[in-house]
């Protein structure tokens, strides 16, 4: 497989599904009378980030798989004050991800680049191994944690929502 076709259609089809997420996560806060902002700031843990963060994090790593592979200069991405807020961001980074460019972001692959971090670490490594090693992992953990925070807060959230892509694979039963 293309590193291509391992970040950009893959995380297109999940960042529609926390879409979905945030949409349940906000029809049910509105159902027991609560703001859904204060879903945004819900966490698992008191030293892990919140919702809004995940939400963030997940946007910023799928923009920066398409940024940094294509060599092009990163732009930092705010945590959403609201739920409308965090649609629009995952939407302008479902823009961002459907007009990748395939051809820069294969060259991309063989290309070193580093990625630095505030606490001063920095990895040096080619794009594939960034795509394959740094981040869709990160892309993937920060989804399963927006996930988790939704779940832990009561949004009946299933596998099925998880994987709603995949049921346009589903085989039909014979008739």
């Not at 995952?90 to 505030?118: K, M, V, W, Y």
Request: with cysteine; glycine share 4%; hydrophobic share 40%.
């Amino acid at each position: 497989m293309s590193i291509y076709e391992t970040t950009v259609p893959c995380f297109a089809q999940m960042l529609r599904a926390l879409l979905v997420f945030l949409q349940k996560g906000e029809a049910r806060a509105r159902e027991l009378g609560c703001d859904p902002k204060n879903l945004l700031q819900s966490r698992l843990a008191p030293d892990m980030h919140n919702l809004a963060s995940q939400v963030q994090f997940v946007c910023t790593q799928a923009q920066e798989a398409v940024l940094r592979l294509g060599q092009q200069p990163l732009s930092p991405l705010d945590a959403p004050a609201d739920m409308e807020q965090a649609n629009a961001l995952i939407e302008r980074t479902l823009q961002l991800l459907s007009s990748a460019d395939r051809a820069r972001i294969e060259e991309g692959a063989q290309r070193q680049l580093s990625i630095e971090l505030p606490n001063g670490m920095a990895f040096d490594m080619t794009g594939s191994e960034y795509a394959r090693n740094w981040v869709t992992p990160q892309f993937y953990f920060h989804l399963v944690t927006a996930y988790n925070i939704l779940r832990h807060n009561g949004v009946q959230l299933g596998k099925a929502d998880y994987v709603q892509h995949m049921f346009a694979y589903l085989r039909q039963p014979a008739a």
